[in-house]
Nanobody, 122 residues
Framework: VQLVESGGGLVQAGGSLRLSCAAS????????MGWFRQAPGKEREFVAG????????YYADSVKGRFTISKENTQNTVFLRMNSLEPEDTAVYYC????????????????WGQGTQLTVSS
């Protein structure tokens, strides 16, 4: 499965943006799709995850209430809606595909996109 992110850009603090991740190939119903981010000089961190079957979601505490992950099965696409953006949200955002529900571990996701840059100005 190949993953391609889009939708990043430059936004002012307090603004909103939606990222998309298109998956080519078969996404098994038991899969978990996740969004991660990596800021300069920092480790890649979990942001949000969604179960492909059923759509259950889970979030990092730092984004809970501000970010929403969703999916469109017919298009094999996952979205990350980001509201009330803060400069601390500046990072390269990656989508990833895994098979373990509820995990936040980078190593549990086997397929990754190339990333899309989000910059939040203060």
């Amino acid at each position: 499965v190949q993953l391609v992110e889009s939708g990043g850009g430059l936004v002012q603090a307090g603004g909103s943006l939606r990222l998309s991740c298109a998956a080519s190939g078969r996404v098994f119903s038991s899969s978990t799709m996740g969004w991660f981010r990596q800021a300069p000089g920092k480790e890649r961190e979990f942001v949000a995850g969604i179960r492909w079957r059923g759509g259950s979601t889970y979030y990092a505490d730092s984004v809970k209430g501000r970010f929403t992950i969703s999916k469109e099965n017919t298009q094999n696409t996952v979205f990350l809606r980001m509201n009330s953006l803060e400069p601390e949200d500046t990072a390269v955002y990656y989508c990833a595909l895994g098979s373990q529900w509820g995990t936040r571990l980078v190593g549990a996701f086997g397929s990754w996109g190339q990333g899309t840059q989000l910059t939040v100005s203060s």
